[in-house]
């Protein structure tokens, strides 16, 4: 959806109430007139659509046991935590970051962080990761993934989803997806712990 510079003429009062309302919900100006405006005349806004996504994933991965949710309304990302059979419980974060326009048929990225200075446990993460390149890749082998990897971590790009996608179904990909990514990813920890 394209944006334009417009020229409203607006009461003080009404400027300086958007301005407060606007820093409560953490946007700017603009953003919380064109929200109010796109909900006004009925019109789901690219932003709107990411917010229904990431919304519903929190749902959806709530209560999970596992993974916990953490969602900020209205920012484009939301982030996941988890901790590992292993030591001294070290954490994974997976951070998830939409777009409101596709760019290279990506959407967003999935990023999975290790946080940890163990240098057994990142040797295991880039060998995990490696092998789930490889796999996705072979999966896919005329559309795969973007990845990028450094040590401990992992970025995976997000393909878009088919015009028309229910925002609640993509939720449910993108929710299983990463609960996949996690069970697969701790069971390979949990196997080579000790054989590095």
């Not at 749902?59 to 292993?86: C, H, I, V, W």
């Not at 092998?131 to 996705?136: H, L, S």
């Not at 990845?147 to 229910?166: C, K, N, Q």
Request: aromatic content about 8%; glycine content about 4%; overall charge neutral.
């Amino acid at each position: 959806m394209a944006k334009s510079l417009y020229s409203l003429i607006l009461s003080d009062e009404v400027v300086s109430r958007i301005d407060r309302l606007a820093t409560r919900q953490g946007m700017n100006r603009s953003q919380l007139v064109n929200r109010i405006l796109a909900e006004y005349c009925s019109l789901v806004t690219p932003e709107k659509r990411i917010e229904s996504v990431l919304d519903a994933v929190t749902r959806l991965m709530d209560g999970d046991g596992e993974l916990a949710p953490f969602f900020t309304p209205n920012q484009p990302a939301m982030f996941f935590k988890t901790s590992l059979e292993y030591r001294y419980r070290p954490t994974v974060r997976y951070d998830l970051r939409l777009r409101p326009q596709p760019e290279n048929g990506s959407v967003g990225e999935l990023t999975v962080t290790f946080r940890t200075t163990s240098e057994e446990l990142l040797t295991l993460a880039d060998r995990y990761f490696r092998r789930r390149i490889d796999a996705e890749t072979r999966a896919s082998p005329e559309d795969p993934p973007a990845f990028t990897v450094s040590p401990g971590r992992l970025t995976r790009s997000i393909a878009a989803p088919p015009e028309g996608t229910d925002p609640e179904v993509f939720a449910e990909r993108i929710s299983e997806y990463v609960r996949r990514f996690d069970r697969d990813m701790k069971a390979f920890i949990k196997s080579q712990s000790g054989v590095v």
